[in-house]
């Protein structure tokens, strides 16, 4: 009877082989401080900022025009000085709460109007048909609106707050639900899983992806909403926000403080970009090894 | 041996944008506890919807699917699904967590009963070491060992497999065939499995329900399908008969 046959290789044979590339052929090896340093994102970022700011100094320097320019020291000492005298954690604190607020409100809200376009036909045309009028409205040009219907105070702010966070955060919501995967679905009615234990369970897990991209744009939209809101009144009981404080100090002049302002909003907006949503992100989508 | 799961006269039709299609017609079959009963036919005959329809999730037009006498009406956690496709885990619960969450949601079992059980069928499956990792670190067997696993600790009247193995690749395919056939031998659940192979068909099942497409109609049925052995050849020669039945008819499209 005809046969194939096998003719085994040892370990050995192969070491032998690859003895002379010994160093080359190693199945792991460490990579240099340099190189791992590089590769982190976040050190390769901080140098772009630290050349950035020393760009800022030097063209400020030679500018020397603190009403026009102030330079990157110029703006920190007024910085500090602000703090140190609590206007502008006043502020800041005054701008994130109305911001919670109408954050908060617009997202519960974009959780209602989910909730019932994804159970009817019906809430599924009345979100898409309004998510398609009021999307592309920016919502600062209802401000006018807001203005005379709640008056001058947070209410009008907290109006303008969730038509921005609003429709973004419904959207994906909802985009998501209906992105999540027919296995899915038929796994969790498998367990025998309906309504609102279908939605908690299955449902908003699966679609985290594009419910977390949704309350991104809306946090994004609404704290440009809130600074542009509050640039064209933000006084209420006596208390601006942020806005007002730049509009204030650009009225007397004080333009290191309007820069100060300005560098607050930015890094208010990269923290909670940075920390809390990054963490969010690294602890549920790159634990779960899925992508937006 | 009882009747377990009774599928008597069963038309399935369902809807495109365009026409009504009806997938399989007056389908009648029943299996019995502990049978491997495995569904096979060519693409189009309507086999997959047949064992989608036994999990509840399409209604007959005609017929009645009845198991251990109840009809199915919905969906439920009687009648464990194993899919074919690799994102029936859910990603956001690692492997231990995959296999507790239904025995928490659906058999009101306390955490540490669930995990105790999810331990102990994952032990099954070989995949003690892996109980903590989400599922997107897996390798495709693995994931499916993983349902597997899930459909298993259920204990469910029935194990309904849709052409599970069929996105693996050839060498993880036999291994895992050879796994559930022991699985089988350990514990005697009664599975069904959809395939279109019909080496697997012999391999897995006790049981074969032949199926002619456009529409299904049952064409045979085989049985005692686990007397053939493949060291005598008395397993291949089955195989050309099968294969003779399934392409012998006039104008097939294969």
């Not at chain 2, 899919?83 to 492997?95: G, N, R």
């Amino acid at each position: 009877m005809s046969q194939a046959r096998i003719l085994m290789h040892t370990v050995a044979d192969a070491a032998s082989h690859t003895d002379n590339h010994a160093a080359e052929s190693a199945v792991e090896r460490q990579l240099s401080l340099a190189e791992r340093l590089w590769g982190n994102g976040a050190v390769r970022k901080t140098l772009l900022i630290l050349v950035l700011a020393l760009l800022w100094q030097i063209y400020a320097t030679i500018l020397d025009n603190a009403l026009l320019f102030p330079t990157l020291t110029d703006t920190l000492t007024t910085m500090m000085e602000r703090i140190e005298d609590g206007t502008l954690p006043a502020r800041a604190l005054t701008s994130v709460k109305v911001l919670l607020m109408g954050y908060t409100a617009g997202i519960l809200l974009a959780a209602a109007l989910t909730m019932v376009a994804i159970n009817t036909q019906v809430g599924t045309d009345f979100l898409e048909t309004m998510t398609a009028m009021f999307n592309p409205l920016p919502a600062i040009a209802l401000l006018p609106l807001a203005l005379i219907w709640f008056g001058l105070g947070n209410g009008s702010l907290v109006f303008v707050l969730i038509h921005s966070v609003l429709w973004a955060v419904a959207l994906n919501t909802h985009s998501g639900f209906l992105g999540v995967s027919r296995t899915l679905r038929m796994v969790g009615r498998n367990y025998g899983l309906k309504g609102f234990r279908y939605v908690a369970m299955i449902l908003i897990p699966a679609a985290f992806p594009s419910i977390l991209t949704g309350l991104k744009i809306g946090w994004a939209f609404a704290w440009r909403t809130l600074i542009a809101a509050e640039l064209v009144f933000g006084v209420s009981s006596g208390q601006g926000g942020l806005g007002w404080f730049i509009f204030e100090n650009r009225n007397l002049l004080d333009i290191p403080a309007v820069f100060a302002g300005l560098l607050t909003v930015i890094i208010i907006g990269l923290i909670v970009e940075n920390l809390v949503f990054r963490t969010i992100e690294r602890r549920t989508l790159q634990r779960w090894g899925v992508h937006n | 041996m009882s009747t377990l799961l009774d599928v008597s006269a069963v038309t399935l039709r369902y809807k495109t944008p365009s026409s009504l299609v009806t997938a399989t017609e007056r389908v009648s079959f029943s299996v019995n506890s502990s049978d491997r009963f495995v569904l096979l036919g060519p693409s189009g005959c309507g086999k997959s919807t047949l064992l989608k329809a036994v999990g509840g999730y399409h209604k007959p037009s005609e017929g009645s699917i009845r198991i251990k006498g109840r009809e199915v009406t919905e969906p439920g956690a009687d009648r464990m699904m194993v899919f074919q496709e690799f994102d029936q885990l859910l990603p956001w619960k690692t492997v231990l967590e995959n296999v507790m969450f239904p025995l928490c949601v659906a058999r009101n079992m306390s955490k540490a009963d669930a995990r105790e059980r999810a331990r102990a069928y994952l032990d099954k499956v070989r995949l003690t070491k892996f109980i903590d990792s989400y599922t997107h670190t897996l390798s495709g067997g693995m994931k499916q060992r993983v349902a597997i696993a899930r459909g298993m600790a259920m204990e469910p009247d029935i194990l309904l497999m849709d052409e599970p193995f069929a996105a693996l690749d050839a060498l993880t395919r036999r291994q895992m065939q050879d796994e559930l056939l022991q699985l089988w031998e350990g514990t005697r659940f009664t599975v069904m499995f959809v395939t279109h192979s019909i080496a697997e068909a012999i391999k897995i099942g006790n049981r074969i329900l032949l199926l002619s497409p456009h529409p299904g109609r049952v064409k045979a049925e085989v049985s005692d399908v686990d007397q053939v052995s493949a060291t005598d050849g008395s397993a291949a020669q089955l195989e050309r008969q099968i294969h003779d039945l399934l392409f012998a008819e006039p104008g097939h499209r294969e």
